[in-house]
């Protein structure tokens, strides 16, 4: 079966006269049901989940489809002590990590800081049960916090309407959960495919900048501070306020901002020291904790948590929100944090299941995260997905199966049953430095000169959302990034390149001209190639530019004295769908070819396009067997014989 | 020069062993400023208008410059007796429709009749000046005036405030005109291009029947008539009046909607008759009229038009709204108007400009209609275009220049100055089944079976604008048709085809085994073809689908014991551009199929995208000479050596 390139070489040459022609053949039929089934199959099931559902005995089947939405039961029946061993300890590394940035994060969303606790314990259970990433540390992160945080102050301020604004995140908690779900349930996953890198990256920075600076209020110590998120009001809140700077809190900020980000960069330059960055955290907390109660700080300007109830989770299903004037509030706000927090969590599970190779499953993942949320939101939880700086930790700490989030969340229960007058006198600017440092990390330069090394446009669709986030707001950057990259595509898809082509001389290729500087034109044709679907966006734009090809043609011609056009051949090789639209642009070509004297001749049209075009009525003038071919070559050699015979009857 | 093609052949099978392989080189260096010179050309000056000038003296360059804004001065110097003969004819046959539709379709927008007349006065004679089309005859057009009408009529009654609605319909038409205009100096034509042919067929349809039913109140007599636009509350408000229909009008109406249908069919058959449903308009208004007169009809339960003012266009620059309250709906009105009456204008002039093979410039015709309606708004016209139905009647008579404009202008101011009291008495039943008959023609059945037979999809596309025209709203039924063909745009980038592509047996050609049945795989490789540009919305899609038709090959492998896969090829002639997210599509599917003991090898990537790949970080990896060729061809007869090498050393 080995084939013999020298053989298949030299039978190519023995075979192929000029004269010989491989014909265009239509595609073997399809019903109209058929490519329906195929198309949707191609759309919303492209991973095909059931292939391994084939064949296999009924009874197997219930525990293949038992496995496939619970995956706990995948992994569960063979895990042994030693993945136990390794779990447990990136478990505590995660929950060191966990606590402060939870009771961080709340605060960043106006939340009460338990909340973000509560946040750690139930989610990460619920998603060891359901979720496929071995690597995903689940919890509170920043971005989603300050969106939900943001949105909904717009229309009620936590600090006159507590209640209420608590009532209005678990609300918004469970929408974005119910989206989620939904996402991952109808198979539209790929709407997340939408937020670009570049637009993330824009955005994750801008995002970062406006957390950064919102943690000047307890970095500075400052009472009176501005509700809004631009950098513009609250770089005048800061400095119409300086009055109200506290030293004693600066200096402790800048000391525990300081020990922080050392240990960020420790743990970044050598990666088996994770656990210093890890612990920083934990450590400042009870550092600064204790500094304060031996000093009576909180007497001399340094604010601190105050007392913080003792518990689990209280149910809170009773708190959601499902009418009245909030709704459109938290419906809006509850789609805009599940799309960014369901991003967050499917890029990280994906690129840790790359590094260790296995799979994640997008459309089942967003279930696993939604279900997460929406149980999640009736146990007084708000949005919460994979964080990336956590994720990172728990796999260098070498966990190995979704058990680290249980032996976290057990920590974080154990840390709300007992240990909670512990942070009563823990200082909030050290949650800020806490923050500061978590979301520095979301400023990633190097792929941003990366981004604008390789595309300039991307690299412009970044500063979009990066300048959008900062100036107006996070959603609205957000939504004009999208709104770029989008317009990118279907700028695209109006003005598709055509390219022409020349053959490299002693072969049978034919490349594009402007770029194989050795390609040649063959006298008497013109040799385009469309790259793209055709279709009625960019119809009118082909034809105008392709009859512009042929003027220009026509005018060099004159120029360079050669021969005129007699064949204009079209390589339809890139050419994947076309439209009704799209097929009349050939009968139009047609017509004004013809009135110019040049023949209009398809190259190897694709199954789609070729049964459009027999299909339409003009079939018969456009698709005659001498003016469709299998290849540019053979479409040149049988028509240059043509051309040779015609010219020397004339002469 | 004359290519010989069997020596040519005979040469090819000299030169090409299978060791000597084409390189692929990266396109020569252009500098950031070039290419985003090229890419702003070829998006917004596709069709190069400033070709012309080139080269040419200074002197020529300022004729040709005035030549470009006036076509007038273009054709204006050869005019001669003959052209006139033939478009005096044509002038006075179009002004015979235009007298009695420009007096239908100012009813239809709830306007003034006489406002049709003004329209079909000063828009025309701007026209001639500034338009490039020789055929168009412009004037008021039914689903322009059918829009207007509806948008303004939801704020503002045409019968309780006659003068506020007068106003706002004047300040619409300037700011369609304001919107065309700018389309065209911006360059951004190509927005007309996403009304499909599928949604235009579908709307216009959907148009045609929503127009008739309204003109059930005149056709019926019915005095107390719904001002709602949808199938449901007209035929309700028919039905719950049936005691207000008047068997006078009816009879009438019927008489006459019969005469001029016939007459339609009549010219329809034999073009040559055209002057039979040209001239059935006015010779029924003229009949009708007399009838009217003579049997003092008016008092019999048939309604009259009434007086009219005598005179022409009064100024209206002072009745234009730019401030308060409504000047959202005007802008609104006029941004759909516009856009409806500029796809009617420039479809209808490309059409007729195929026909006689003369170009007509998109952008160019944008602002001469843009500066018709601008004009035209403070001469107390409405909304103008090229009208379909005119047009045609216009080049069947033999219009030769827009001359043809200037003289049914002309008679149309003859009859504004001195004939409007004739129209006195004409029923306005007649003036429904002139409008009736006219749109019946916009019912384009045998292109949508066409569209039906061609593609589904946009036959789909065609119904959800025609269902949502007659059952929501115009302007809604035309929204959510667009949006459907964006949105398969959008999903066809999303979800692009990767095709499995097999060796034709005997040639170097390789095909998509699907299509072509001869075409076999070669062992021990995996061909895949992608057919669209890389980008961030596909490029997890493409990854996954990529792997499982290595995963699918492996499988059927074992089934029928073929070889396992030793190189996946992937063809990229077809990807015809790549973002930063598409670049990380190889890096990522490299490591995939190296895991699984499968050699990348990439074919004939095109200029941009082995630019971006060799900027891109991970190029060393995936641009090395062994895994990049030029040709499918090659790289197997290549790769296949290699692969008998090593299984003759491991042998």
């Given at each position: 079966?080995?084939?013999?390139?020298?053989?298949?070489?030299?039978?190519?040459?023995?075979?192929?006269?000029?004269?010989?022609?491989?014909?265009?053949?239509?595609?073997?039929?399809?019903?109209?049901?058929?490519?329906?089934?195929?198309?949707?199959?191609?759309?919303?099931?492209?991973?095909?989940?059931?292939?391994?559902?084939?064949?296999?005995?009924?009874?197997?089947?219930?525990?293949?489809?038992?496995?496939?939405?619970?995956?706990?039961?995948?992994?569960?029946?063979?895990?042994?002590?030693?993945?136990?061993?390794?779990?447990?300890?990136?478990?505590?590394?995660?929950?060191?990590?966990?606590?402060?940035?939870?009771?961080?994060?709340?605060?960043?969303?106006?939340?009460?800081?338990?909340?973000?606790?509560?946040s750690?314990?139930?989610?990460?259970?619920?998603?060891?049960?359901?979720?496929?990433?071995?690597?995903?540390?689940?919890?509170p992160v920043?971005?989603a916090s300050?969106?939900l945080?943001?949105?909904?102050?717009?229309?009620?301020?936590?600090?006159?309407?507590?209640?209420?604004?608590?009532?209005?995140?678990?609300?918004s908690t469970?929408?974005a959960?119910?989206?989620?779900?939904?996402?991952?349930?109808?198979?539209?996953?790929?709407?997340?495919?939408?937020?670009?890198?570049?637009?993330?990256?824009?955005?994750?920075?801008?995002?970062?900048?406006?957390?950064?600076?919102?943690?000047?209020?307890?970095?500075?110590?400052?009472?009176?501070?501005?509700?809004?998120?631009?950098?513009?009001?609250?770089?005048?809140?800061?400095?119409?306020?300086?009055?109200?700077?506290?030293?004693?809190?600066?200096?402790?900020?800048?000391?525990?901002?300081?020990?922080?980000?050392?240990?960020?960069?420790?743990?970044?330059?050598?990666?088996?020291?994770?656990?210093?960055?890890?612990?920083?955290?934990?450590?400042?907390?009870?550092?600064?904790?204790?500094?304060?109660?031996?000093?009576?700080?909180?007497?001399?300007?340094?604010?601190?948590?105050?007392?913080?109830?003792?518990?689990?989770?209280?149910?809170?299903?009773?708190?959601?929100?499902?009418?009245?004037?909030?709704?459109?509030?938290?419906?809006?706000?509850?789609?805009?944090t599940g799309?960014?927090s369901?991003?967050?969590?499917?890029?990280?599970?994906?690129?840790?299941?790359?590094?260790?190779?296995?799979?994640?499953?997008?459309?089942?993942?967003?279930?696993?995260?939604?279900?997460?949320n929406?149980?999640g939101?009736?146990?007084?939880?708000y949005v919460t997905t994979?964080?990336?700086?956590?994720?990172?930790?728990?796999?260098?700490?070498?966990?190995?199966?979704?058990?680290?989030?249980?032996?976290?969340?057990?920590?974080?229960?154990?840390?709300?049953?007992?240990?909670?007058?512990?942070?009563?006198?823990?200082?909030?600017?050290?949650?800020?430095?806490?923050?500061?440092?978590?979301?520095?990390?979301?400023?990633?330069?190097?792929?941003?000169?990366?981004?604008?090394?390789?595309?300039?446009?991307?690299?412009?669709?970044?500063?979009?959302?990066?300048?959008?986030?900062?100036?107006?707001?996070?959603?609205?950057?957000?939504?004009?990034?999208?709104?770029?990259?989008?317009?990118?595509?279907?700028?695209?898809?109006?003005?598709?390149?055509?390219?022409?082509?020349?053959?490299?001389?002693?072969?049978?290729?034919?490349?594009?001209?402007?770029?194989?500087?050795?390609?040649?034109?063959?006298?008497?044709?013109?040799?385009?190639?469309?790259?793209?679907?055709?279709?009625?966006?960019?119809?009118?734009?082909?034809?105008?530019?392709?009859?512009?090809?042929?003027?220009?043609?026509?005018?060099?011609?004159?120029?360079?004295?050669?021969?005129?056009?007699?064949?204009?051949?079209?390589?339809?090789?890139?050419?994947?769908?076309?439209?009704?639209?799209?097929?009349?642009?050939?009968?139009?070509?047609?017509?004004?070819?013809?009135?110019?004297?040049?023949?209009?001749?398809?190259?190897?049209?694709?199954?789609?396009?070729?049964?459009?075009?027999?299909?339409?009525?003009?079939?018969?003038?456009?698709?005659?067997?001498?003016?469709?071919?299998?290849?540019?070559?053979?479409?040149?050699?049988?028509?240059?014989?043509?051309?040779?015979?015609?010219?020397?009857?004339?002469?």
């Amino acid at each position: 079966m080995e084939p013999n390139p020298s053989s298949s070489m030299h039978s190519y040459c023995l075979e192929i006269s000029p004269m010989e022609v491989h014909k265009v053949v239509p595609p073997p039929h399809r019903s109209t049901l058929q490519k329906l089934k195929t198309r949707l199959k191609e759309t919303f099931f492209p991973d095909d989940p059931l292939r391994q559902f084939k064949g296999q005995p009924l009874n197997k089947q219930w525990i293949l489809a038992a496995q496939y939405f619970f995956p706990i039961l995948q992994w569960g029946p063979n895990y042994n002590l030693k993945l136990f061993k390794s779990d447990i300890v990136s478990g505590l590394t995660i929950a060191s990590l966990a606590i402060p940035q939870g009771i961080s994060y709340a605060k960043l969303a106006s939340l009460p800081p338990i909340v973000g606790l509560y946040s750690s314990f139930v989610p990460p259970l619920v998603y060891a049960v359901l979720g496929s990433s071995r690597d995903l540390a689940v919890g509170p992160v920043s971005i989603a916090s300050l969106i939900l945080g943001s949105m909904i102050r717009q229309e009620v301020s936590p600090t006159h309407d507590p209640l209420l604004f608590l009532q209005l995140a678990f609300s918004s908690t469970f929408f974005a959960g119910l989206f989620q779900a939904s996402l991952g349930l109808l198979r539209l996953g790929f709407i997340i495919d939408f937020l670009s890198e570049a637009t993330l990256i824009g955005f994750m920075a801008g995002a970062a900048i406006i957390v950064s600076l919102q943690q000047l209020k307890s970095l500075l110590g400052i009472t009176h501070f501005t509700t809004q998120m631009g950098l513009v009001p609250v770089l005048s809140s800061v400095f119409h306020n300086t009055h109200e700077w506290s030293w004693q809190t600066i200096l402790m900020g800048f000391c525990f901002l300081v020990i922080l980000l050392v240990a960020r960069h420790i743990s970044m330059r050598k990666p088996k020291l994770f656990w210093v960055s890890a612990g920083a955290p934990l450590l400042s907390v009870i550092l600064s904790t204790i500094l304060v109660f031996a000093f009576k700080a909180q007497h001399h300007g340094i604010s601190v948590i105050g007392k913080l109830q003792e518990g689990l989770n209280p149910p809170s299903w009773n708190m959601l929100h499902f009418h009245g004037s909030y709704l459109g509030l938290v419906m809006k706000t509850g789609l805009v944090t599940g799309i960014i927090s369901l991003t967050e969590g499917i890029a990280v599970g994906r690129t840790f299941a790359a590094l260790k190779n296995y799979q994640v499953d997008g459309n089942k993942e967003m279930i696993a995260i939604g279900l997460m949320n929406i149980i999640g939101s009736s146990t007084s939880c708000y949005v919460t997905t994979g964080a990336f700086s956590r994720s990172a930790v728990n796999h260098n700490a070498g966990a190995k199966t979704a058990v680290s989030n249980i032996i976290m969340s057990v920590t974080v229960m154990v840390t709300l049953l007992f240990l909670m007058p512990l942070f009563q006198y823990t200082p909030n600017v050290v949650l800020g430095a806490i923050i500061v440092t978590a979301v520095v990390g979301l400023i990633d330069i190097p792929t941003a000169y990366q981004i604008w090394r390789i595309d300039k446009y991307d690299f412009i669709v970044l500063l979009c959302a990066f300048f959008g986030v900062i100036f107006i707001s996070v959603q609205e950057g957000l939504a004009i990034a999208v709104g770029i990259s989008i317009f990118k595509i279907l700028l695209q898809v109006t003005r598709p390149k055509t390219v022409i082509l020349g053959s490299i001389p002693g072969t049978d290729i034919y490349r594009n001209l402007h770029h194989y500087k050795e390609a040649v034109m063959v006298p008497g044709f013109l040799i385009l190639s469309i790259e793209a679907p055709i279709n009625f966006a960019n119809k009118t734009y082909l034809k105008e530019r392709i009859m512009r090809w042929v003027e220009e043609y026509e005018t060099q011609k004159d120029e360079k004295q050669q021969s005129s056009i007699h064949f204009l051949i079209l390589d339809l090789s890139a050419v994947s769908g076309i439209d009704t639209t799209g097929v009349s642009l050939f009968k139009d070509l047609k017509k004004a070819t013809e009135n110019r004297g040049v023949e209009l001749v398809l190259v190897n049209p694709v199954g789609e396009v070729m049964e459009k075009l027999q299909r339409a009525d003009a079939a018969n003038d456009i698709l005659k067997p001498d003016t469709l071919f299998l290849t540019v070559g053979e479409a040149v050699a049988a028509l240059s014989s043509t051309m040779k015979g015609q010219s020397s009857s004339h002469g």
